[in-house]
C-alpha cells in the first residue's frame, strides 16, 4: 500500500500554475499554525457568502455555496492539499488500487469520532457508499449530479438518464480497512474521491432524522430536517445553525474533530448577494471576507489594506445550447450552432468584463487540465459568416429564450446580467430575437435549466473539482442531458471509453481526441477561462487561496 498515490501525469500541468500561490500562501498558514500551536485562537469570523446554500446534505448538492459550508465540518477520505490539486490523506491515511483499477483500499484514521459521538469506521464508510448507490425514488433523481457523473447509475435505475452503476459494494474487512469493489475502472480516482458530495456523514444521524425522505413537488424537491438542521460529519467544525431569515449559517468548533482543530471558535456564514453590500460590509468590518470580488475593485481593495488572493484558473463559462427547448427544432441544426458560436464576440467580452488574465476559452477544458488541445475547431468571431449559416439554415429571425441567474456570483461568471447583455447583443446584430428570463440562483434557475429544460440558451459554467478532463467534459456531454437536449451515442461512447482509460499518457491522449469531437459537435459554446478571487480583511491571517475554491477556515485566526 502507498501513502500519497497522487504524482501522476494528468496532474503535472496543474502543479505548476498552481506552485507559486501553493508555496506564497502555504508558507503563510505555516507559520501561523506555527504561532497557534497547541491551541487555537479563539474568536468568530464571519464571511460574506454569495447566495444561500441549497442545504447541507452534500450528496444532494452541486452548488458551490453549499460546499463552501459542508466543506468546513464534512471530512471526505481524501482530500486536496491546501492551495493546490494534488491529493493527500484525511479520514483515509494510505490508500491503494488493484492492478485492474476495479479495487480501492483505504487504511483509516483510528480513533475518530463524528461530532455526534458515534465512531468513524469502516463499517460507516460502507454505510455512506451503500446509501447513494441504493438511493431510489425521488430521493435518486433530486440532483445527484456528482453521483451520476463518478458512479454512474444505482442498484435499480428508475430512468434513463443514468447509466450501468460502476460502484459494485463495500467491504469492512476491519475497523479500520475499507474496500470499496468497482464494476470496471475509472480513471478520474483516487481524485474523485475528493468530492466534498462524497463526505463521510453518521451513519446514526442519517438513520436518525431520516435524511433519505426526499419528495418532490410541482418543479421542486422537499428534504427531511437532517438536510437542514443535523448533517453530521467529522470535521473541524460543527453546524450549529442556519437563520433562514437573517441568511446566516453558523458552524463552532468541533474539539473532537481529527484534522487540525479550527483555531476559531465560532464560523459564520453571512448571505450577502449583492458583491457591492459584500465589499461595504467588509469596509465596515462587519465581515472579514468575501469571494469574488468585481475585478475593478482589485487595487481599491489592496489600497484599503485588504487582501485581494489571486486564484489560478480552473473554470469554464459556456453558453449552454439546450436541442430540446422551445426552440429545438431549430437548435438541432449545426449550422445554427456554429452560427451561435461565430456571432460571439469572446475576445471583447473577456477583454471588458472579466478580471486580468482571462482568456477566451476554445474548448472546454482548461489548459491547465490534463487532456486539453490546441488542435480543435475554432469559431473566431465573425458575424457575417454568422449570418450566412443562419440563412442557410432557414433560422434568420428565430427567437431564443435565454436564461440568466440573478442573486448569484460564480467564479467564471462576476456578473451574470452583464454576461447576459453582452452576449445577447452579439445575438441581435446577427439577426436573433433574444427573450430574456432571469431566475434567482437558489430560486428556480437551476431547477429550470438543468431539471426542466424549460431554456433554449442559458449561462453556466463549472470550477475543476478535481484535476480530470472526465471532471468537466464527461460532467457535461457523458451522457443525455436535460439541461443540453441532445442524444449523440458516438460522444456518450467516447467519453466513456476516455473516462475507463488509465491514468497517464494514455487517459490525456482519449480526452484531447474526445475534446476536438466535442468542438466539431458543438453541444455548447465555451466562453472563457477566468481567474477568480478571494478577498479578506488585514486582521485575517491562515487562509490558503485554492484553484478548486477549496479554502478551508480551520487554519484561520482573526487578530
Known amino acids: ?69 459542508t466543506r468546513q465540518f464534512l471530512d471526505t477520505l481524501i ?51 451503500d446509501r447513494w448507490y441504493n438511493m431510489k425514488g425521488d430521493a435518486a433523481q433530486s440532483q445527484m449530479i456528482y453521483y451520476a457523473d463518478v458512479f454512474g447509475g444505482f442498484a435499480k435505475n428508475e430512468t434513463q438518464d443514468v447509466g450501468d452503476p460502476i460502484y459494485k459494494s463495500c467491504e469492512a474487512k476491519d475497523a479500520s480497512t475499507a474496500v470499496i469493489n468497482l464494476n470496471k475502472a475509472k480513471g478520474a480516482f483516487p481524485a474523485a474521491f475528493t468530492l466534498p458530495s462524497f463526505a463521510m456523514q453518521s451513519p446514526t444521524a442519517l438513520k436518525q432524522f431520516d435524511a433519505d425522505k426526499v419528495t418532490k413537488s410541482g418543479d421542486s424537491f422537499a428534504y427531511s430536517d437532517y438536510a437542514y438542521k443535523h448533517v453530521t460529519g467529522t470535521g473541524p467544525f460543527k453546524f450549529e445553525s442556519w437563520d433562514q431569515g437573517k441568511g446566516e449559517i453558523t458552524l463552532v468548533k468541533n474539539d473532537t474533530s481529527p484534522s487540525a482543530t479550527a483555531k476559531l471558535d465560532k464560523l459564520i456564514f453571512k448571505v450577502i448577494p449583492d458583491e457591492n453590500a459584500r465589499k461595504q460590509a467588509l469596509k465596515a468590518q462587519e465581515i472579514q471576507g468575501y469571494d469574488f470580488p468585481a475585478p475593478a475593485d482589485y ?17 469554464i463559462l459556456y453558453l449552454g445550447i439546450n436541442q430540446s427547448g422551445p426552440a429545438g427544432a431549430k437548435l438541432k441544426d449545426i449550422r445554427v450552432r456554429q452560427a451561435l458560436a461565430y456571432g460571439l464576440n469572446r475576445d471583447q467580452f473577456v477583454k471588458s468584463k472579466l478580471p486580468e488574465g482571462s482568456e477566451v476559452a476554445n474548448e472546454f477544458v482548461p489548459k491547465a487540465v490534463s487532456g486539453y488541445t490546441d488542435d480543435v475547431t475554432k469559431y473566431n468571431y465573425d458575424p457575417e459568416k454568422a449570418k450566412q449559416l443562419l440563412a442557410q439554415a432557414g433560422a434568420t429571425g428565430m427567437t431564443l429564450k435565454f436564461y440568466y441567474p440573478t442573486e448569484v456570483t460564480r467564479p467564471y461568471m462576476p456578473n451574470p446580467a452583464d454576461v447576459y447583455t453582452a452576449l445577447s447583443e452579439d445575438m441581435k446584430k446577427i439577426g436573433i430575437n433574444v427573450q430574456p428570463v432571469a431566475e434567482p440562483w437558489n430560486g428556480g434557475y437551476k431547477d429550470d435549466v438543468q431539471k426542466f429544460g424549460k431554456q433554449d440558451v442559458h449561462l453556466l459554467g463549472w470550477t475543476g473539482d478535481y484535476n480530470d478532463a472526465g471532471n468537466f467534459v464527461g460532467t457535461f456531454f457523458g451522457r443525455k442531458k436535460t439541461e443540453f437536449g441532445f442524444e449523440n451515442q458516438q460522444l456518450f461512447d467516447a467519453l466513456a471509453a476516455a473516462d475507463a482509460s488509465p491514468a497517464g499518457n494514455a487517459h490525456a491522449t482519449a480526452y484531447q481526441g474526445v475534446n476536438k469531437q466535442i468542438m466539431d459537435y458543438l453541444p455548447a459554446i465555451p466562453i472563457s477561462y477566468g481567474p477568480p478571487a478571494i478577498v479578506v480583511g488585514p486582521k485575517v491571517k491562515g487562509l490558503v487561496a485554492s484553484p478548486l475554491t477549496d479554502e478551508r477556515f480551520n487554519t484561520v485566526t482573526v487578530s
Open 299 to 315: 487595487a481599491l481593495l489592496r489600497n484599503d489594506g485588504e487582501q485581494v488572493l489571486i486564484r489560478p484558473s480552473f473554470n
Open 79 to 129: 482530500q486536496n492539499k491546501p492551495g493546490t490539486a494534488d491529493l493527500e490523506p484525511a479520514l483515509a491515511e494510505k490508500w491503494d488500487q488493484s492492478n485492474d483499477g476495479k479495487t480501492w483500499t483505504f487504511a483509516l484514521k483510528q480513533g475518530v469520532k463524528f461530532s455526534d459521538g458515534t465512531p468513524f469506521d469502516a463499517a460507516a464508510v460502507c454505510f455512506n457508499f
Open 1 to 69: 500500500m502507498h501513502q500519497l498515490r497522487l504524482t501522476r501525469t494528468r496532474r503535472a500541468a496543474l502543479i505548476g500554475l498552481t506552485g507559486a500561490l501553493a508555496v506564497s500562501l502555504t508558507a503563510c498558514a505555516q507559520s501561523n499554525r506555527d504561532q497557534n500551536a497547541g491551541g487555537g485562537a479563539g474568536g468568530t469570523m464571519i464571511f460574506g457568502a454569495a447566495g444561500n446554500p441549497k442545504m447541507f446534505d452534500p450528496i444532494f448538492n452541486d452548488d458551490g455555496e453549499t460546499f463552501r459550508i
